[in-house]
């Protein structure tokens, strides 16, 4: 089993930063790849980021490309995103996913589930 903890939403301005993270605990968590979703008001939970276990690794979906940065802390187990120019498109629940493998979360299923935080990017 792992468990995944997110953290560090919040309300703010379109073109402003956040960051989230996403602290892991199991047995095996160093091990697994780990990755974000999104799912807006009304719309299905689409894949954001993620990273191999090492974390050397990473995919981005075409939408945050050049602006979001996953990287992982493999030391604390804890998965970061940070989120820079921020749009109001990119309002959503945040959720931290966990799986053996990466390419699972790239195909937009995974394992473990965090509870979600939520992000809001006002115009």
């Known amino acids: 089993q792992v468990q995944l903890v997110e953290s560090g939403g919040g309300l703010v301005q379109a073109g402003g930063s956040l960051r989230l993270s996403c602290a892991a605990s199991?047995?095996?968590?160093?091990?697994?790849?780990m990755g974000w979703f999104r799912q807006a008001p009304g719309q299905e939970r689409e894949f954001v980021a993620a990273t191999d276990w090492t974390g050397r690794n990473t995919y981005y979906s075409d939408s945050v490309k050049g602006r979001f940065t996953i990287s992982k802390d493999n030391a604390e187990t804890t998965l970061y995103l940070q989120m820079n120019s921020l749009k109001p498109e990119d309002t959503g629940v945040y959720y931290c996913?966990?799986?053996?493998?990466?390419?699972?979360?790239?195909?937009?299923?995974?394992?473990?589930w965090g509870q979600g935080t939520q992000v809001t990017v006002s115009p």
């Open positions: 199991g047995r095996t968590s160093r091990t697994y790849a």
């Open positions: 996913a966990a799986d053996g493998r990466e390419q699972t979360l790239r195909n937009g299923r995974s394992e473990y």
